[in-house]
């Protein structure tokens, strides 16, 4: 009985350290911040290229770029998107860190003939 | 007489679907209304199809442009599979989905002061599904008259855009819409055996819902008349004038300053004649080729439009009723 008492006590040590480890961890992570989304140019001619960054700080960061319409060249921090007819579109980057956080900011693009 | 119409309802099936283009169009080719006739009850249905599209042509209006025009190409490989089943003599339900084994577009984006990029992007995967009901308001097969009214809806199997590391793929690769739709059709079809001719029509609508991103594909109106005479056995040639109206586009993400979501350049008039070839295998199996011609073209603002395309089907009806032995009472043993 006394053996099983230590064994569960152990574990449960175990548990209570490596769970304290954790919060320490999260407890020193870097917050999420999106600072900016930068675009080249906020009006384009078709079949042109504007040259998207975002600017985040955060732990293990992932950058998620979707667009109204068009087509990106590029992943990460940095794109670069064209279109092949005129109309306004958006541009949004969504930025998500390792702790599930995500942050989205959304630039509005004139494209012209 | 059956095998007459398994075969045109295989070539319906094409002229059902509508001509998208990929760049510079909306949407994505959906699978297709199924059968436009309703089938016979307990009767089975099962329908192959393959469809190729090729485009490097933009309009402008109704004109060819070559002006700034970005992309050198843009093509797909495209099947699918339809099956449909009569529930009574008058109602047919059906089912149908898709997948594209490619869709994709290359071009060139001009940069000033510096060189051309070449951009190559695939999309593929499954298309929406659909599910349809019909029933059949008026059906006289002594004088050889249909007049049926359906309708349904068409289901994304995601919502979520297909992307490549984190980067959405451009709509025109889409493999589907990512969002719902609803659609209802008309058909007639009339037959004068006398002169082996026949005639059918067809009106179909599709309203497309907004999808995740807030972006609303264009209503879409398809209006066919078709033409088929048998000119060999196993052999019908078919001719089909289709004309497909697309409306304009909605963006619902405020982009626009007067506060309308109608997007200017966007939506399009098509008027095509598709001839049709149809070949009965040992009159179970049916083999349809149909080529896409377009004779007139609008279009919104610049977009690109098919050059050509072209399907294929493999088409089977299965009697699924239990038919009664007849049994001679008299002979019975007592």
Known sequence: ?113 | MNRVITLLSTVLLFSSQFSYSQCCSTGSPVGATVYVGVLAKNSLRFVAYYRNSYSNTYYQGNSKTDENVPLKFSYYNFSGIAFGYGITKRLTVEVDFGYFFNKTQEYKPKIAGTDTIEIKETGYGFTDGGVNLKYGIYIKPSRQIEFTAGAGFRYPFTTKPQEINYVQLSRDVQPSTNAWAVNCMLFFNKGWPSVGIRLFTLNRFEYNFPDALKYQYGCVLLNSVFFSKKIIPYFFAIVQVRGEWRSHDNDFNGIYENGSSVRPNSGNYLLILSPQLSYSIAGKWNVSVLYDIPVYKYYNGKQLTPKYSFAVSVSHDFDLSRKKPKVDIETLPK
């Open chain 1, 1 to 113: 009985m006394k053996r099983y008492i230590v064994i569960l006590f152990s574990v449960f040590l175990i548990v209570a350290v490596s769970c304290s480890k954790k919060s320490d961890s999260a407890g020193s992570s870097t917050p999420l911040v999106f600072t900016n989304l930068n675009a080249s140019d906020s009006t384009m001619a078709v079949n042109g290229l504007i040259s998207f960054s975002a600017t985040a700080s955060g732990d293990g960061l992932t950058y998620h770029w979707t667009a109204s319409y068009g087509s990106f060249v590029g992943s990460g921090a940095s794109v670069k998107w064209t279109v092949c007819h005129a109309d306004n579109f958006t541009v949004t980057c969504e930025v998500k860190d390792a702790n599930g956080n995500s942050a989205s900011k959304t630039r509005i693009i004139r494209v012209h003939e």
